[in-house]
């Protein structure tokens, strides 16, 4: 016999309001163990014994639930301490989140003014999983601007690897979580300079944390370059990436003479949005 009361749904002619509310109490110890990663006392890493004690479970009804929850990748365990962290699943929630959260509310008019002032289509994604999710897109009102869109659109989706703003998403992931990201990643050859390789695509990424931009340069499309850089919060993460992009066609100069224009007005797009969503650098 289960141990919760049966949920019993409205009639299509009931108002929702008068049916009586069924809770699930598995959902509400899944939810709140993960909740106890991301209170403000908490260790980013807990063992079972830690949370156990933090929802008030014994040891094995806990360890069903965090079993449960690693299953599904909302949890990760580390092989040598057994402990357990957040997993990937709850960045890709997360991130979801943000595409219809204040982050694109903030970005339209900084996007579109500098798309104005380059000549050129200026984006803003955000990662979900191995891909990058396009949140919002913006083409030059120049007349002499000339729009690079492959079909682009606001909920697009592009793998993360060979795509500027994806870089600059992956780059920023921690170790544990990128691994993931790129265990599930097919690196296939998109364009003619595609980076196909892992360990290449990893130290492209070091320099991307380094420098802070990324450059993709024909890696998802033929005559393709783009340049992209962080948007980050008030806690100092990168929540999403903002890029502008460029064809040969338009501009047949060197990559490097590419970031030479374009990175001073990105990089000021950016620190402009970030402050708007409570980035303060070295506070």
Same mark, same amino acid.
């Given at each position: 016999?289960?141990?919760?009361?049966?949920?019993?749904?409205?009639?299509?002619?009931?108002?929702?309001?008068?049916?009586?509310?069924? /809770?699930?109490?598995?959902?509400?110890? !899944?939810? *709140?163990? #993960?909740?106890?990663?991301?209170?403000?006392?908490?260790?980013?890493?807990?063992?079972?014994?830690?949370?156990?004690?933090?929802v008030g479970l014994n040891r094995s009804?806990?360890?069903?639930?965090?079993?449960? *929850?690693?299953? /599904?990748?909302?949890?990760?365990?580390?092989?040598?301490?057994?402990?357990?962290?957040?997993?990937?699943?709850?960045?890709?929630?997360?991130?979801?989140? /943000?595409?219809?959260?204040?982050?694109?509310?903030?970005?339209?008019?900084?996007?579109?003014?500098?798309?104005?002032?380059?000549?050129? &289509?200026?984006?803003? &994604?955000?990662?979900?999983?191995?891909?990058?999710?396009?949140?919002?897109?913006?083409?030059?009102?120049?007349?002499?601007?000339?729009?690079?869109?492959?079909? *682009?659109?606001?909920?697009?989706?592009?793998?993360?690897?060979?795509?500027?703003?994806?870089?600059? #998403? #992956?780059?920023?992931?921690?170790?544990?979580?990128?691994?993931? *990201?790129?265990?599930?990643?097919?690196?296939?050859?998109?364009?003619?300079?595609?980076?196909?390789?892992?360990?290449?695509?990893?130290?492209?990424?070091?320099?991307?944390?380094?420098?802070?931009?990324?450059?993709?340069?024909?890696?998802?499309?033929?005559?393709?370059?783009?340049?992209?850089?962080?948007?980050?919060?008030?806690? !100092?993460?990168?929540?999403?990436?903002?890029?502008?992009?460029?064809?040969?066609?338009?501009?047949?100069?060197?990559?490097?003479?590419?970031?030479?224009? /374009?990175?001073?007005?990105? #990089?000021?797009?950016?620190?402009?949005?970030? &402050?708007?969503?409570?980035?303060?650098?070295?506070?």
């Open positions: 016999m289960s141990d919760f009361p049966e949920i019993t749904e409205p009639a299509d002619d009931e108002p929702a309001a008068s049916a009586p509310v069924a /809770l699930s109490q598995s959902l509400e110890r !899944g939810l *709140l163990i #993960l909740s106890t990663f991301t209170s403000a006392d908490a260790a980013p890493v807990l063992g079972i014994a830690d949370l156990a004690r933090a009804t806990t360890y069903r639930y965090v079993a449960t *929850l690693a299953k /599904l990748g909302y949890v990760q365990q580390d092989p040598e301490s057994r402990k357990y962290s957040l997993g990937p699943r709850v960045i890709d929630l997360g991130f979801a989140a /943000l595409s219809s959260m204040e982050v694109t509310r903030v970005a339209a008019r900084h996007l579109q003014a500098l798309s104005d002032e380059t000549g050129y &289509a200026a984006s803003m &994604a955000v990662l979900d999983g191995p891909d990058i999710v396009y949140v919002e897109r913006c083409r030059s009102r120049r007349t002499a601007g000339v729009a690079v869109d492959l079909n *682009l659109h606001i909920g697009s989706r592009l793998p993360a690897y060979c795509t500027s703003m994806g870089k600059v #998403l #992956l780059a920023h992931r921690e170790p544990a979580a990128l691994r993931t *990201l790129l265990d599930r990643t097919d690196l296939a050859r998109r364009g003619p300079k595609t980076i196909t390789v892992r360990e290449q695509l990893m130290s492209a990424l070091a320099k991307v944390r380094q420098r802070g931009v990324a450059v993709s340069d024909e890696e998802l499309a033929p005559g393709l370059r783009s340049l992209a850089a962080p948007v980050r919060d008030r806690s !100092g993460y990168v929540v999403a990436a903002i890029n502008v992009a460029v064809h040969l066609t338009t501009w047949t100069t060197s990559v490097e003479s590419v970031v030479s224009r /374009l990175e001073g007005p990105l #990089l000021r797009t950016a620190a402009e949005i970030s &402050a708007q969503l409570g980035y303060r650098p070295g506070a």
